[in-house]
Structures are given as structure tokens and as C-alpha cells.
């Protein structure tokens, strides 16, 4: 069993109910092709990390899909918002005896291996990891331990959700390390200059 974890949060593939914000300017298929990009992005950047990696479908686990069962195990969400959802993932984890899990989603193009890699280093010396997005939420959240905290009281997909759980680490004194910002996509101006689908 390997120490590290890291958790993939990704929405079923449906059209109409994926990146919802994007197909307003761009329509439901161009915005189901860009999120087929960005989960592939992701998958390609997690494949060769050495650490477990679960996908966390968000209705149901698909059997053949672009996630290899060799490379990644699969289990599907549990709650009723995102934050009863990821607090769910985070505690099989740690009652599975990993001890230090990240989060991360499907929706930041510029996210690295390498960053990954140094969420995890940074969780050797810190108490919890956070990677802020420039639109106030965060694509990665490490710790390695369970704080409830970190799920409750939050507006998901509001640009306070990053510094309310930066509060969090605060109000239990906890030491953190913030990774540099990154865009998610969500809009269409959060695509980069020349990306097509």
C-alpha cells in the first residue's frame, strides 16, 4: 500500500452537463470535446505518478473509458454537494491507511506532473497543501490528516472558496504551502490563445 493518494474528481462525460458555463458562449458539443481535452490533459499528466490514483466518477463508474483500469482504481462520489462529496473521498482514504492525500479536478490545462509531485513533497513538511485558482476556488487540496472543516460551510464554485479554507488552516493552526496559481476552464476566456477543438 502506498502512502500517497491521489483523488481525481470527474464528472461523468454527458452532454448538456458538462462545463455548463463554457457551452453558454460556446454550445453543449464544443463544450463536451473541450472537457474529453481537459480530462485527457489529466490523464496524461497523473498516468506515470507513482502514487495510487482513484477516479471519483460523479453519477457512476465507467468500466472502458480513457482511465486504464491498470493505471487508475475507480469508485464513485458519494454526497450530496461537492464538499460532502471530497470529504467523502478523503476519509475512505485516510480509513485505508494512505497518509497523504491530494485532490485534485479535470479542469486546469495548466496543471503539471510536476506540480503534483510538488503538492506532495511540500504535504512532507506542511500540514496541508493548497493550489489557488485564479478564479478564488482551488484545483489541488493536500493534507495528511481529516478536516471536516475544510468541506463545510463553503460556497462551491464561488470565487471565496479558496481563501474561506485558507481561513480554515488559520482558525486550526495549520501550516500550509500554496503552489502557484492556475486557470481552470470554465469560461470560454479561460481557454488559451489558439486552443481548438
Known amino acids: 500500500m502506498g502512502k ?8 461523468n462525460p ?13 454550445g453543449d458539443e464544443k463544450a463536451l470535446a473541450i472537457y474529453f481535452k481537459l480530462a485527457e490533459h489529466t490523464k496524461n499528466i497523473t498516468a506515470n505518478l507513482k502514487c495510487i490514483k ?24 458519494a454526497g450530496s454537494d461537492l464538499g460532502e462529496k471530497m470529504h467523502h473521498a478523503f476519509a475512505e482514504g ?11 479536478g479535470t479542469d486546469c490545462l ?26 478564488g476556488g482551488y484545483y489541488l487540496l493536500g493534507m495528511k490528516k481529516l478536516y ?12 471565496s472558496v479558496c481563501s474561506n479554507t485558507i481561513s480554515d488552516f488559520k482558525n486550526l493552526n495549520l501550516n500550509h504551502f500554496s503552489l502557484e496559481t492556475l486557470t481552470d476552464v470554465d469560461e470560454e ?3 488559451p490563445a489558439g486552443f481548438s477543438v
Not at 454527458?14 to 462545463?19: A, H, I, N, S
Open 4 to 11: 500517497q493518494l491521489l483523488l481525481i474528481f470527474y464528472r
Open 14 to 26: 454527458e452532454l448538456g452537463k458538462v462545463k455548463t458555463r463554457l457551452a453558454k458562449t460556446i
Open 54 to 77: 482513484t477516479v471519483y466518477y460523479s453519477s457512476f463508474v465507467e468500466a472502458q473509458d480513457i482511465w486504464p483500469k491498470g493505471i487508475f482504481q475507480k469508485q464513485a462520489q
Open 94 to 104: 485516510f480509513a485505508a491507511g494512505y497518509q497523504s492525500i491530494c485532490i485534485i
Open 110 to 135: 495548466e496543471l503539471t506532473t510536476e506540480i503534483i509531485k510538488e503538492a506532495f513533497l511540500e504535504l512532507e513538511t506542511h500540514d496541508t497543501v493548497i493550489g489557488p485558482a485564479t478564479d
Open 148 to 159: 471536516p472543516a475544510f468541506f463545510q460551510n463553503k460556497n462551491w464554485s464561488t470565487d
Open 189 to 191: 476566456k479561460d481557454l
